[in-house]
């Protein structure tokens, strides 16, 4: 998991009442600093993608010959749906600022779909290479 996303879930988590314990915290809600943690976020790093991780586990975990039968043990790729006023952690349009990010199919600009039509980042999409999610395309 992305360490950002990592320190926001966590952040979140421990500052329900009775919530999530983590040893080394400052505060509930404060995972910065913490030594045990050893969190890096950066806006470069490597992401978690659960369909690729799905489909490495499934390839490692179960012989070629018996893959046909756990063919729907994963699931389609979809563009998620997004609220174009969403909010966004800063850390997302530091990645969309670098010019070159690592990805699973590569690397190269960060430009996910599910963020096209964001108030905040959709300036950053080129017209017409990346169409909204939901949208039809035109002719």
Known sequence: MFDAALGWWIEEATRIPDGLKVDGLKAPGDATGNPELHLFPAAGGVQHFEIAGMRDTNERSIPAFLRRFS??????????????DAPAHDIVAERFDLEWVPQCAGSGRYRPAALAGHDRFKDRYAAGRLA????????
């Open 71 to 84: 063919a729907s043990w994963t699931w389609a790729s979809q563009v998620r749906r997004i609220a174009h």
């Open 132 to 139: 909204l999610p939901g949208a039809s395309p035109s002719a």
